[in-house]
């Protein structure tokens, strides 16, 4: 066999084949991967800084005006309900005995002013460098130190278990198609937005009210919160309170009736 190696130049040496590597392929993928990504962040940014949250503080106080203006909206169909009340009482050719079925429908609908003694329970969110305060217990994670809507579903729940009369939450009666919900760290009841500590309040015979918080599950569970990371907890006896009627629509909007 020859010894002789092949010319570069010469038209018997071997043609070199030049072979793409997946090394540099992937190389090139990356990249054009990075141009489109600065590519899109320089479009979406149009010159400002995306880094900022400016665009949640828009969202945040577009549901503050909004909350706002639901709780006007509110009180001017209470005023307007008045008023049709008042036209309806005239000449409606009803007798004593339908006018007082009326009015003790309307006092179980919650549309009307309820008086009597009552009790409030306060909760709120556990200080934010709150640590556990029992041994035994994992040092808190973020999610134990908020009042969560299980919790505000509990003390409702209880209290019209003890036989509540009538509840109202912050600052907004209850009625059967009330939902008490929460978003973040904040509640939505009824189209308005409210920020902790939160207030409920019923009316009702103190002492069942009381055994009946007691007594439930849910809030047992959360008296472990409150003991051990320092959730916020406050039943109080109100006295004699007035709770204001629901000034809300009553329309069903969404509900079907069974078949």
Request: some cysteine; hydrophobic content about 35%.
């Amino acid at each position: 066999m020859s010894n002789s190696a092949y010319s570069p130049g010469s038209e018997s040496s071997p043609v070199r084949r030049r072979s793409f590597r997946p090394v540099r392929i992937l190389t090139a993928g990356v990249f054009a991967l990075a141009g489109l990504i600065f590519f899109t962040s320089f479009n979406t940014a149009k010159g400002t800084n995306i880094r900022t949250d400016a665009s949640l503080l828009k969202l945040s106080d577009l549901v503050h005006e909004r909350s706002l203006r639901n709780g006007q909206l509110d009180d001017s169909n209470a005023a307007l309900r008045k008023d049709v009340e008042a036209l309806a009482e005239r000449d409606d050719g009803s007798t004593k005995a339908d006018d007082d079925r009326l009015t003790a429908l309307e006092k179980r609908a919650g549309t009307q002013k309820l008086k009597g003694e009552a009790i409030t329970v306060t909760l709120n969110d556990a200080p934010p460098d709150a640590t556990a305060k029992l041994p035994g217990y994992p040092e808190p994670q973020p999610d134990y130190l908020v009042i969560h809507q299980q919790d505000l579903q509990a003390v409702v729940n209880a209290m019209w278990q003890g036989g509540a009369e009538g509840i109202q939450v912050m600052d907004q009666r209850l009625i059967s198609t009330s939902a008490v919900r929460c978003v973040g760290n904040t509640l939505i009841l009824q189209g308005r937005v409210y920020s902790p500590p939160y207030t409920i309040t019923a009316v009702g015979d103190p002492d069942k009210l009381r055994d009946a918080l007691t007594a439930s599950p849910a809030i047992q569970n959360y008296m472990v919160y409150v003991n051990v990371y320092g959730l916020g907890w406050k039943v109080e006896d109100k006295g004699t309170v007035t709770l204001p009627g629901y000034a809300g629509t009553v329309d069903l909007h969404y509900a079907k009736p069974v078949e």
